[in-house]
């Protein structure tokens, strides 16, 4: 990089850190708790843990099995796969940039990765699997105890730990040099003709960034758009007792009649956040499909389309866009091209 874009992106880098409603933001540090520090053995362990088959019940899945590399860290189904004979409720959101988000989950149950990781491991519908015995099954793995030895001090494993060690893992899932970002620090030739003019529709005509802006392009936020439900799902007797099972959960009292994913509500019980869901990160998008919470969206057209539609029936917050069919194709192109860095380098670990 020349010198100018260097200082460029340096005095960006020195900005406050709370981005405003419409600024898109180019790369920046990783924020990393000072509960649980970075290190290179946590991260390997981490690495191994999330790809191990002993955080399922029945031995079948890991975190990789909905997360995948391949998949963008999703697994690339409108709702995610599930325990064998249960079925899931919701789509899997990618994993990349997972450090950046304030809120975790479509409705912001979890604040946090540590909190977050126990989370799929209990759950019914996904791994299944006790903790407590999954502690003992860690345990008996010697390479495993040694790791823990030098990487928290002693040989205990628990599941404390273990979370600690998947989420300075997931801290390194990064996409933060993708074309938006050198543009961002200046390069005016980082976006193609087309993607610069989608880049316009993102902070002007379309609205985008009222919303999706900062540096993982989302506002810690949480919306009723109206995204319309699945037909096919609402008639699955297995995801109405996911659905019902999580709403009992949390305490929402007509759980056992609950015929819809509730959003937000269910942890805030606010009225206005019913169906209200966490705005996702754009980050990777091009990779990331189907999309929304429930995944009814096959392709980023789709989603353009239900935006330049003013969003679902009767929404409160989305007004008809008017796009062009250029403006549209502007748009997707600057989401494809624009927001996909680098891939991830990935090495799979080998398990003990
Ligand atoms: C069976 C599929 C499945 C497995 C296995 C699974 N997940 Fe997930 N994951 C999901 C789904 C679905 C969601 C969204 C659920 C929701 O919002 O209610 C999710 C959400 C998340 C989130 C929140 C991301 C965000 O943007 O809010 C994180 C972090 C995460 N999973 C990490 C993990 C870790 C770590 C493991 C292993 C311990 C794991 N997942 C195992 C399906 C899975
Ligand atoms: C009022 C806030 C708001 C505005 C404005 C907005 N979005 Fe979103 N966006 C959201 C929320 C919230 C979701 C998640 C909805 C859900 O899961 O049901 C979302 C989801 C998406 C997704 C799917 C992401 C995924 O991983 O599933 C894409 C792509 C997207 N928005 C692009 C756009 C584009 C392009 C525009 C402008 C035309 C736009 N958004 C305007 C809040 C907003």
């Not at 509960?35 to 981490?46: D, F, R, S």
């Not at 628990?158 to 993708?178: G, H, K, P, Q, V």
Request: glycine fraction near 8%; charge should be negative; hydrophobic fraction near 40%.
């Amino acid at each position: 990089m020349r010198k100018a874009a260097w200082l460029i992106f340096f005095v960006l880098l020195c900005l406050p850190v709370t981005a405003a409603a419409g600024h898109l933001e180019p790369a920046r540090d990783v924020p990393i708790p000072v509960q649980n520090p970075q290190t290179a053995a946590k991260v390997e362990l981490g690495k191994k843990l999330f790809f191990d088959r002993r955080l399922s019940g029945d031995g079948t899945m890991n975190c990789g099995t909905c997360h995948d590399p391949g998949q963008g860290f999703s697994d690339g189904l409108d709702i995610s796969l599930n325990y064998p004979t249960t079925r899931n409720w919701r789509n899997s959101p990618t994993l990349i940039n997972v450090a950046f988000q304030k809120y975790l989950f479509h409705d912001g149950r979890a604040a946090t990765l540590e909190e977050q990781a126990l989370f799929p491991m209990m759950s019914a519908f996904e791994m299944n699997q006790n903790l407590d015995f999954m502690e003992e099954e860690i345990r008996t793995v010697p390479e495993y105890v040694a790791e823990f030895t030098e990487v928290f001090g002693d040989g205990d494993v628990t599941r404390e730990r273990i979370a600690m060690a998947i989420a300075a893992f997931e801290r390194t899932l990064i996409s933060l040099d993708a074309p938006l970002d050198r543009f961002l620090a200046g390069d005016s030739s980082a976006l193609s003709p087309q993607a610069l003019k989608g880049y316009e529709i993102f902070t002007g005509k379309g609205k985008c960034s009222e919303c999706h802006f900062g540096v993982n392009l989302a506002d810690d936020r949480f919306h009723v758009l109206h995204v319309q439900e699945n037909p096919e799902h609402l008639k699955d007797p297995r995801i109405a007792a996911t659905r019902r099972f999580v709403a009992k959960v949390y305490h929402f009292e007509e759980y056992r009649t609950l015929a819809e994913d509730p959003g937000r509500y269910l942890i805030t019980k606010d009225r206005k956040d019913w169906k209200a869901f966490k705005t996702p990160t754009l980050r990777e998008i091009a990779g990331t499909a189907p999309y929304m919470h429930n995944g009814i969206y096959a392709t980023l057209a789709e989603v353009i389309e239900f935006f330049n539609a003013g969003g679902g029936m009767g929404n409160p917050v989305l007004k008809p866009l008017r796009l062009t069919s250029l403006e549209k194709e502007e748009l997707r192109v600057f989401l494809e091209q624009g927001l996909t860095g680098a891939p991830i380098t990935f090495v799979h670990p080998k398990i003990p």
